[in-house]
């Protein structure tokens, strides 16, 4: 694992984790907590299916990365499983499969945008960054124009997407882009 894939892996965990274990209960808090930034009630329709879709995620990665079974995941079973799952989306990638993930990009979109107008405005996202716990560590302006490709000042679907792609397959530093600054 390199230094770039570390960073991201920790940054994901350092997001969901309540102290210092990935749980279930970490999940949820972040929908909460965005609702609450929002304004929204926490059983809004973008809500609560982001809700339920890290519940199945956490359903999924649960077995997979908590190997001693206690019911959360340290920072060290974190990590491996984040890397077995980023070799994985890289031979799908590789293979030209479809990407696994864009079904939770979705989700995740529709939550991030709490107007409901179909995109992500530098508010909306500095609003998910700090439900994550995350934006006092992130440049905003630098992160926000790095993904907002076409410079229209909101971040599209197909933006947002090309972001989760990069973030979860591109670790090589002189790969454009590889500065990752956001969640």
């Known amino acids: 694992m390199n230094e770039i894939q570390q960073a991201r892996y920790d940054r994901v ?5 309540i102290d210092g274990y990935l749980s279930k209960e970490g999940f949820d808090r972040h929908t909460r ?15 609560a299916a ?22 959360r ?15 994985s989306l890289q031979q ?13 990009v979705q989700v995740l979109y529709g ?19 700090d439900a994550l716990g995350l934006a006092d560590d992130t440049d905003l302006d630098s992160a926000f124009a790095g993904f907002d490709t076409n410079e229209d000042g909101t971040l599209s679907m197909d933006e947002f997407v090309n972001l ?6 591109e670790f090589d530093a002189s790969v454009p882009g590889h500065r990752w600054i956001g969640p």
């Open 13 to 17: 965990f350092d997001a969901y984790a």
């Open 33 to 47: 907590i965005l609702a609450e930034l929002q304004g929204r009630p926490a059983d809004a329709e973008p809500i």
């Open 50 to 71: 982001l809700r339920a879709e890290l519940f199945l995620i956490w359903g999924q990665l649960a077995p997979m990365a908590d190997t001693d079974n206690d019911g």
């Open 73 to 87: 995941i340290t920072r060290h079973e974190w990590r491996a499983a984040a890397q077995g799952l980023t070799a």
């Open 92 to 104: 799908a990638q590789k293979q030209g499969m479809p990407w696994p993930f864009d079904h939770w």
């Open 111 to 129: 939550a991030i945008d709490g107007n409901d107008d179909g995109s992500v405005t530098k508010e909306e996202y500095r609003q998910w960054l």
């Open 164 to 169: 989760y792609h990069q973030y979860w397959s």
